[in-house]
């Protein structure tokens, strides 16, 4: 028992010090886009668990829904789902099993998704590169990234800092 509790705590506390790594995502997605509310991530939720949480938590004062997939199978449902909900942006998880960087489901959901006017936000200068129309956090060494070509097409302005792809 008490080891297990000693475990919570080291889970809680790697958690706390990875969430700073992502509050820069939140602030960027405000600053460029005061109107977004509210923010959906599409990823496999029970593979994506530690990260998905961190994410949500840099995301303070914003309505966020997860669309669990698991498969590229599921893609099209969790396109319905968006179409339906209409969220002001979608948020890639990078390291996701299903719908990660470089996966053909993210290019699909990226395309799907700047065609009914809402921006994609990644983690990764990787994601921006593949679609997303802005990127900050790890993987992007800290800069600020935006894609022109998809914030023109998706209908966002392009944050003032930001580095273009």
Known sequence: MRLSAWFGVAALSSCALVAGDY???GKA???AWPHVATVAIVCDASGSKGVLDTLVGSLPGMKVFVVDVKGPQDMGKALGTLVGRHPDAVLLVATD???GDGSSAATFLIQRMAA?????VATTEAGVRQGAALGIGPGTGGKLLA???VAGVAGVSLPAGATPI
Do not use: E, F, G
């Open 23 to 25: 509050d820069a995502i």
């Open 29 to 31: 997605m405000h600053a």
């Open 97 to 99: 099993r299903v719908v």
């Open 116 to 120: 009914i006017k809402v921006p994609t």
């Open 147 to 149: 894609n022109a070509k």
